[in-house]
């Protein structure tokens, strides 16, 4: 502990933060986190749909978005291993009525239709070969760029170039282009708990 005036301020090493905290410790310090169901396909033609909240934004001038992702049993996850064989993928923004849906999106198998599994709408993306989920206010469609490793971690970036957006009529702003408050899009602040832009909280089991 630091006494800086009144103030108690607790300082710790990495190495002093609990094992069982290094995890979701950053979940609720690097907060909110904007949610995506990102859909790929295999080679095959087999759909995925996953969620993550490792994206951002990069650059606007191309616009590039990064994803990272994390290994499991030192193998790539399904939704990265259809972006290295495709080289396509689609960032669906998730409001808050797909929160539950999206929360079930990492339970599928490797072989399985996701969009059948979740009872969502697939359609096709206006600029690449990826099916996007019309359900989405809006979907950022993306051509592969490169996968940089992101060493001493065991996590991979994704950069993809967006080269196409389809928008809900109903979320397009004449002003701004896409008005964020009215899809009431939703965010992660911490391992299992989340909000919408438009303040209302909820928690939802960890199931990714």
């Not at 995506?36 to 934004?57: E, K, M, W």
């Amino acid at each position: 502990m630091c006494n800086v005036g009144y103030q108690l301020i607790m300082h710790l090493t990495i190495e002093q933060i609990p094992s069982k905290l290094r995890g979701s410790i950053w979940a609720c310090l690097i907060a909110p986190r904007p949610i995506a169901l990102v859909s790929t396909q295999d080679t095959s033609g087999v759909p995925n749909i996953a969620p993550y909240n490792a994206f951002c934004g990069l650059a606007n001038f191309p616009p590039l978005l990064g994803i990272s992702f994390s290994r499991r049993d030192d193998e790539d996850k399904h939704t990265l291993a259809n972006i290295k064989a495709t080289g396509v993928f689609v960032v669906n923004l998730v409001p808050r009525f797909l929160a539950e849906t999206m929360n079930k999106a990492a339970e599928g198998t490797d072989k399985e239709d996701d969009f059948a599994r979740l009872g969502l709408t697939t359609a096709a993306s206006g600029t690449i070969a990826c099916p996007r989920v019309v359900e989405s206010p809006a979907s950022l469609e993306c051509r592969l760029i490169n996968v940089l490793p992101l060493p001493p971690s065991k996590c991979e970036l994704v950069v993809g170039q967006i080269v196409g957006v389809s928008l809900r009529d109903e979320f397009v702003s004449s002003d701004v282009g896409f008005d964020t408050l009215a899809a009431d899009l939703l965010a992660s602040v911490g391992p299992e708990d989340y909000i919408s832009v438009n303040g209302e909280t909820l928690h939802l089991p960890k199931t990714w």
